[in-house]
């Protein structure tokens, strides 16, 4: 809406209290805008009021599901990171995960939280469930890396499929069966 672009720029212009005054008016039109509180928290961590910021944002994903939700979550994750909350930040992240198995963006932060934190264990066991959830995600993201990076490769990537067990519907085309050992 125009008030929460107006409280951008204000945030931009470091107008901060100016900035939540407006979001507040943009609040009453439209409180479902997931920007009006990435804009928010933004003015309050600006104003060295981290714990408001987080608690505006734990109450907002009550609000939301998916990609909003996913996109608040990280947002927590980075006030969780600057502040030194290091187990919160693992915290959110296996939340996006549980949200999105293949978020990738969360998929390489929660390797460097794992190690960081010393959850070596939940992080294995979360890798463990989203491996079971999704066992053709990791070959195909293998076999995807492998092909070129141009348009050729793209083409080719949305013609891969790689199924879990024995049953597909290619039996015609007589496929061989392919095992992976470790």
Same mark, same amino acid.
């Not at 104003?47 to 979550?73: H, W």
């Not at 006030?79 to 030194?84: A, G, K, N, R, S």
């Not at 793209?154 to 499929?161: D, I, Y």
């Given at each position: 809406?125009?008030?929460? !672009?107006?409280? =951008?720029?204000?945030?931009?212009?470091?107008?901060?209290?100016?900035?939540?005054?407006?979001?507040?008016?943009?609040?009453?039109?439209?409180? !479902?805008?997931?920007?009006?509180?990435?804009?928010?928290?933004?003015?309050?961590?600006?104003?060295?009021?981290?714990?408001?910021?987080?608690?505006?944002?734990?109450?907002?994903?009550?609000?939301?599901?998916?990609?909003?939700?996913?996109?608040?979550?990280?947002?927590?994750?980075?006030?969780?990171?600057?502040?030194?909350?290091? #187990?919160?930040?693992? =915290?959110?992240?296996?939340?996006?995960?549980?949200? =999105?198995?293949?978020?990738?963006?969360?998929?390489?932060?929660?390797?460097?939280?794992? =190690?960081?934190?010393?959850?070596?264990?939940?992080?294995?066991?979360?890798? !463990? #469930?989203?491996?079971?959830?999704?066992?053709?995600?990791?070959?195909?993201?293998?076999?995807?890396?492998?092909? /070129?990076?141009?348009?050729?490769?793209?083409?080719?990537?949305?013609?891969?499929?790689?199924?879990?067990?024995?049953?597909? /519907?290619?039996?015609?085309?007589?496929?061989?069966?392919?095992?992976?050992?470790?």
């Amino acid at each position: 809406s125009l008030l929460t !672009q107006k409280a =951008d720029v204000l945030v931009s212009l470091k107008r901060f209290e100016e900035a939540l005054f407006t979001l507040d008016k943009a609040m009453i039109f439209d409180s !479902q805008d997931p920007l009006i509180y990435i804009i928010r928290t933004d003015a309050l961590l600006a104003l060295d009021r981290e714990e408001e910021a987080a608690e505006l944002l734990k109450e907002a994903l009550e609000k939301f599901d998916g990609i909003e939700k996913v996109n608040l979550l990280f947002e927590l994750t980075d006030i969780y990171d600057d502040y030194e909350m290091f #187990d919160s930040v693992f =915290d959110c992240l296996r939340m996006i995960l549980r949200i =999105d198995s293949g978020n990738e963006e969360a998929l390489y932060k929660i390797c460097f939280w794992t =190690d960081y934190t010393g959850r070596n264990e939940e992080g294995i066991r979360l890798h !463990q #469930d989203l491996i079971e959830e999704n066992p053709t995600h990791l070959v195909e993201k293998a076999i995807v890396g492998m092909l /070129p990076k141009n348009k050729i490769g793209r083409a080719q990537s949305t013609k891969l499929k790689v199924y879990a067990g024995a049953e597909h /519907p290619h039996a015609s085309q007589n496929p061989s069966k392919f095992e992976i050992t470790q």
